[in-house]
C-alpha cells in the first residue's frame, strides 16, 4: 500500500438514501485502490433510510453530523450543514470532495468544501429541467454545485452538453454512465432469492403489481392528492391489479396517501423499504408510477415502464428512449397512461424493451481512473 502521506485524501460528503446508493459503488471503489485514502462524512439529512443503506453496502461513517430534525426546513438545515462541515474539514484536510446529485447536502456540501479551499467533485452532473421551480431546491441545487465542481462527471452526453452550454470547460467534464445501475447490478442478484416479510398478503402469483412511491416537495398538497385520487379510481375499477406504495416519512406524503387510499382493498401502504427490498419490488412490479428521479434510471434497467408524475424531469434521456412517460399529476392522463399499459401489450412491449440510457454498470471504474489521472 502507498505510504499514508502520498495517497490522496477523499472525503464524501452526504446524507440521504439516494445519494448513499449511488455513491456507494464509487466509495467501494476508490477503498479498494491503494493510491486514495477515502473517508465518509454524512450529514444525516434523512437518518433512518440513510442507515438502511449503509448496512447494507457496509460503508462506515467517519463522521457522523446527525444534522436531521423532526420539521426541519431548507434554511435550518443549509445552515447546519455548512456550519457542521468546518470540523471535518479541517480535520481531514481532503485533496477533494465527492458530493451526488441535487439534494441540499449536495449544494452545502459543495460551498463548504470551495469555503475551506478543497476541490469538489460532482457525480451526476449536468442534469437540467431549466426551471429553477422543478424540481424544487433541487434544480437550483445542481446548478449552484456545477457552478463549484472542479470534476463534473456527467451521466450521460445530454448531460455533458447542458455542462458545455453553461460555459464548463470540456476537459473539467468526463460522461461514464450512472452509478446508479452500478449499484443495481451489484444488488439484483444479491436480493433474488430474497422472501421479504413485507411481501407477504401481496398477490404477486394472480394480479398486475403497480408500484407507487412519491416524495416531490412540488406535489405536496393538490399535486399528491390529485395523484392519489387517480390511484385510488383505477383500483376501484380494476380488481386485477394491485397498488404497492412504499410510504414516504414526510407526513405531507404520508397523510395524504393514507387518507386516500388507507382503505381501498387492493391497495398495500407499507413502511419505506430498505433498498435491496426495494430493488426486489421493482423487480417483480409489471409497471411503476413515481416522481424519484433514480426510479427513472432504474427501472428501465430491469426492463420496467415507468409514469412520471411531474411536469419536467432533468432525465429526458429515459423519456427520448420509450422506457419514460411524464405524465404530470392530471388524474385523467395518469389514469390513462395506466390503462394503456395494462391493456395495449404491445405498446407495454415497447416501453419495457426500450433502450436504457444511463449506463452499462461500469460508471465507478470510470471515476476511479478520471481522478488517478487527474489529481
Known sequence: ??????????????????????????????????????????????????????????????????????????????????????????????????????TTTTMAAS????YAGCKVAHIEAGLRT??????????????????IA??????????????????????????????????????????????????????FQNKKIILITGHRRENFGDGMQRV???LRDLALARPDVHLVYPV????????TVFD????????SLIDPLQYPDFVWLMNRSYLIVTDSGGVQEEAPALGKPVLVTRDTTERPEAVDAGTVSLIGTNPEKLRQGILTLLDDKQHYETMSKAHNPYGDGKASQRIVQVLKDNL
Open 150 to 203: 472542479d470534476f463534473h462527471f456527467a451521466p450521460t452526453a445530454t448531460a455533458s452538453a447542458n455542462l458545455k452550454a453553461e460555459g464548463i470547460a470540456g476537459e473539467h467534464i468526463f460522461v461514464t454512465g450512472n452509478t446508479v445501475i452500478d449499484a443495481l447490478q451489484l444488488t439484483v442478484n444479491k436480493v433474488a432469492a430474497l422472501q421479504p416479510n413485507f411481501a407477504r398478503g401481496i398477490p
Open 111 to 114: 460551498l463548504a468544501a470551495f
Open 1 to 102: 500500500m502507498a505510504d499514508y502521506k502520498e495517497r490522496k485524501r477523499i472525503l464524501f460528503v452526504f446524507g440521504t438514501r439516494p445519494e448513499a446508493i449511488k455513491l456507494a459503488p464509487v466509495i467501494k471503489a476508490l477503498q479498494n485502490d491503494a493510491f486514495f485514502d477515502v473517508k465518509v462524512c454524512l450529514t444525516a439529512q434523512h437518518r433512518e433510510m440513510l442507515d438502511q443503506v449503509l448496512d447494507f453496502f457496509k460503508i462506515e461513517a467517519w463522521y457522523d453530523l446527525d444534522l436531521m430534525r423532526k420539521n426541519q426546513d431548507l434554511f435550518d438545515l443549509t445552515a447546519r450543514i455548512l456550519t457542521a462541515l468546518k470540523q471535518p474539514l479541517a480535520e481531514f484536510k481532503p485533496d477533494l470532495v465527492c458530493v451526488h446529485g441535487d
Open 130 to 147: 431549466f426551471n429553477k421551480q422543478s424540481p424544487f431546491p433541487e434544480e437550483l441545487n445542481r446548478q449552484i454545485t456545477g457552478r
Open 260 to 267: 386516500i387510499l388507507g382503505n381501498v382493498r387492493n391497495c
Open 248 to 255: 414516504h416519512l414526510n407526513p405531507n406524503v404520508k397523510n
Open 228 to 230: 392519489c385520487e387517480a
